[in-house]
């Protein structure tokens, strides 16, 4: 059996969701059971994965074990970093304050605009000919 989770956190971002658990350890992280830095080779990745502990200077206080899925890898790290975000919120009233001030606890709304009928794509027309 699994340890104890001692904070959960929901992330979302496009269409991929990180299901997060934070435990007490000594700073590893791991994503769909494979160290975040092989999970995330681009630095850009990792180190937004690992943004919500550093504002906190939390990095060797917790281990972090995320199940992410959905979307591709730009929307998975963000996910990955609300979710860690929402999990330190439960921490104290101050972390969430920090993090809320830091940009980590809004959920990036922005995601693919559907295509319209008539219409190329979301916005693009079919070329317009005169005759």
């Known amino acids: 059996m699994a340890a104890q989770?001692?904070?959960r956190?929901?992330?979302?971002?496009?269409t991929a969701v990180a299901?997060?658990?934070?435990?007490?350890?000594?700073?590893?992280?791991?994503?769909?059971?494979?160290?975040?830095?092989?999970?995330?080779?681009?630095?850009?990745?990792q180190a937004s994965?690992?943004?919500?502990?550093?504002?906190?200077?939390?990095?060797?206080?917790?281990?972090?074990?995320?199940?992410?899925e959905g979307g591709g890898p730009t929307g998975q790290a963000d996910a990955v970093?609300?979710?860690?975000?929402r999990a330190l919120a439960d921490e104290s009233h101050e972390a969430r304050g920090e993090l809320k001030a830091a940009g980590f606890l809004t959920r990036d709304?922005?995601?693919v605009e559907r295509k319209k009928y008539g219409l190329?794509?979301?916005?693009k027309r079919p070329q317009f000919s005169k005759r």
């Open 19 to 45: 299901r997060v658990r934070v435990l007490p350890g000594d700073g590893k992280i791991m994503v769909n059971g494979r160290d975040y830095t092989e999970y995330f080779p681009r630095r850009a990745y």
């Open 49 to 68: 994965v690992a943004a919500p502990l550093r504002a906190l200077e939390a990095g060797s206080r917790y281990d972090v074990v995320v199940r992410v």
């Open 5 to 7: 989770a001692l904070y």
């Open 9 to 14: 956190g929901t992330g979302r971002r496009k």
């Open 109 to 111: 709304a922005r995601a």
């Open 81 to 85: 970093r609300h979710g860690i975000a």
């Open 120 to 123: 190329k794509k979301a916005r």
